[in-house]
Nanobody, 124 residues
Framework: QVQLVESGGGLVQAGGSLRLSCAAS????????MGWFRQAPGKEREFVAG????????FYTDSVKGRFTISRDNAKNTVLLQMSSLEPEDTALYYC?????????????????WGQGTQVTVSS
């Protein structure tokens, strides 16, 4: 079992920045691929970014490329999502999760041990 706790969300103006943090506890964190997802009201949960266990390979959805950066600190059991140039369309509840199954990084069905989420609201 892995427990995940997200933090760092908040209200920010368009063009601003936030850094989300996901703290993991439980099973060996360093063995897992990790991902960030988001869900806006009335919309399905969507993939935002993913990272391999050693941090060597990163994945992003097209809409955040060049604006968001995912990273991890295995010594601190933490995954970060640095978000810049935020847009109102980025408003959502952001979740981190462990990639538990083989398959696409973009498919939420391949993830488990979801955190409770942290709210990001971007005002125009």
């Amino acid at each position: 079992q892995v427990q995940l706790v997200e933090s760092g969300g908040g209200l920010v103006q368009a063009g601003g920045s936030l850094r989300l943090s996901c703290a993991a506890s439980g099973r060996i964190f360093t063995n897992y691929d990790m991902g960030w997802f988001r869900q806006a009201p009335g919309k399905e949960r969507e993939f935002v970014a993913g990272i391999t266990p050693n941090g060597g390979t990163l994945f992003y959805t097209d809409s955040v490329k060049g604006r968001f950066t995912i990273s991890r600190d295995n010594a601190k059991n933490t995954v970060l999502l640095q978000m810049s140039s935020l847009e109102p369309e980025d408003t959502a509840l952001y979740y981190c999760a462990v990639k538990r199954f083989r398959g696409s990084y973009y498919d939420s069905g391949n993830y488990g041990f979801w955190g409770q989420g942290t709210q990001v609201t971007v005002s125009s």
